[in-house]
């Protein structure tokens, strides 16, 4: 996106917004890992607020960077595009607040032979992540590497997938009461979104940098 090179200020505004979702990205990580060890304490509570004080942070940030947007002289296609892709970006944070605010109001623990898993699929989905950003700063800059990022985002998702599934086959395969067995995969497929959320992110940069080739 060339325009954004020649506007300092606009481009300041978008690496602000990313900064706050890393940081509500990490609270997250530490929420759930905390949740998984020691279930839905004070702690875990003090957690769920900061990351909303986050989300409601890089909101702020968003509104402002569309209002930016409107105030140039830049055509349509390319403030639309850039709106789409910080839309989805956008969806992922908020897939990890809802995924937080869904343990937060359920009577649940985590039962031991699956708590390794869910660390293995938020890893995953922290990685996964972390390619969207990676793929963003390069489409936002040299747009050298965004197709390996996009690849890369493709490949998580589908490790994630696998997981998926053979979590909730072994919740179903050991006994466990059968409506925790309905809020765990309600779980399980709520986390799953968010490599599904960064999946799109992935379609609308390959989109745009197919757009910018041609």
Request: aromatic share 6%.
């Given at each position: 996106?060339?325009?954004?090179?020649?506007?300092?200020?606009?481009?300041?505004?978008?690496?602000?917004?990313?900064?706050?979702?890393?940081?509500?990205?990490?609270?997250?990580?530490?929420?759930?890992?905390?949740?998984?060890?020691?279930?839905?304490?004070?702690?875990?509570?003090?957690?769920?607020?900061?990351?909303?004080?986050?989300?409601?942070?890089?909101?702020?940030?968003?509104?402002?960077?569309?209002?930016?947007?409107?105030?140039?002289?830049?055509?349509?296609e390319s403030r639309e595009d850039l709106m789409?892709?910080?839309?989805?970006?956008?969806?992922?944070?908020?897939?990890?607040?809802?995924?937080?605010?869904?343990?937060?109001?359920?009577?649940?623990?985590?039962?031991?032979?699956?708590?390794?898993?869910?660390?293995?699929?938020?890893?995953?989905?922290?990685?996964?992540y972390d390619q969207v950003r990676c793929a963003?700063?390069?489409?936002?800059?040299?747009?050298?590497?965004?197709?390996?990022?996009?690849?890369?985002?493709?490949?998580?998702?589908?490790?994630?997938?696998?997981?998926?599934?053979?979590?909730?086959?072994?919740?179903?395969?050991?006994?466990?009461?059968?409506?925790?067995?309905?809020?765990?995969?309600?779980?399980?497929?709520?986390?799953?979104?968010?490599?599904?959320?960064c999946e799109d992110a992935a379609d609308c940069?390959?989109?745009?940098?197919?757009?910018?080739?041609?």
């Amino acid at each position: 996106m060339f325009f954004l090179r020649r506007n300092k200020i606009l481009l300041e505004k978008i690496h602000d917004y990313f900064e706050v979702c890393n940081d509500g990205m990490s609270v997250f990580n530490k929420a759930l890992h905390h949740f998984v060890q020691a279930g839905n304490d004070s702690d875990f509570e003090a957690q769920i607020a900061r990351s909303l004080e986050l989300e409601s942070a890089a909101d702020a940030i968003l509104h402002k960077i569309e209002k930016s947007l409107y105030r140039k002289s830049l055509l349509p296609e390319s403030r639309e595009d850039l709106m789409s892709l910080l839309e989805r970006y956008d969806d992922i944070i908020d897939c990890t607040n809802h995924i937080l605010r869904y343990l937060n109001t359920r009577n649940i623990s985590v039962p031991g032979i699956i708590k390794d898993d869910i660390r293995e699929m938020v890893k995953m989905s922290l990685l996964c992540y972390d390619q969207v950003r990676c793929a963003v700063e390069d489409l936002l800059g040299k747009r050298k590497n965004v197709m390996t990022f996009v690849r890369t985002i493709n490949d998580y998702e589908a490790r994630c997938d696998d997981l998926q599934a053979a979590i909730i086959k072994k919740i179903f395969l050991n006994d466990i009461d059968k409506c925790d067995k309905i809020i765990l995969t309600d779980l399980i497929n709520i986390i799953t979104k968010l490599t599904d959320h960064c999946e799109d992110a992935a379609d609308c940069i390959t989109l745009i940098n197919v757009k910018r080739v041609v």
